[in-house]
């Protein structure tokens, strides 16, 4: 299967703030491990620490995700905190490249 199709990741830029959200099939525990575990590599290698928001907890589990914020005062590094997260990954695109606000 394509894995963009297993992890449909997007890319917000505003202003003061980037994010990218990685929605994937709330029945496949291996995707959200890999995800979590693709999360904590791109931490430790880049030193940066966004905010991370797991909607595990929601009725929605055909479409959980991982939400992966950054503010004002680390924006600049966070596309090569995201290029690394798809990289590892495997995901080659995003569903939608950049969504301005």
Not at 4 to 27: P, T
Not at 29 to 57: H, M, Q, W, Y
Not at 63 to 86: C, K, N, P, W
């Amino acid at each position: 299967m394509d894995r963009c199709k297993e992890i449909v990741a997007n890319v917000r830029m505003e202003e003061c703030y980037e994010g990218m959200s990685l929605v994937f099939d709330g029945k496949r525990d291996d995707l959200r491990d890999e995800i979590n575990i693709a999360i904590e590599k791109a931490c430790s290698a880049t030193g940066l620490k966004p905010l991370v928001f797991d909607n595990k907890k929601t009725d929605k589990s055909e479409h959980e995700a991982f939400y992966i914020e950054f503010t004002d005062e680390t924006q600049r590094e966070s596309g090569a905190f995201f290029e690394f997260v798809l990289k590892e990954l495997g995901i080659d695109k995003c569903e939608n490249d950049v969504i301005e606000g």
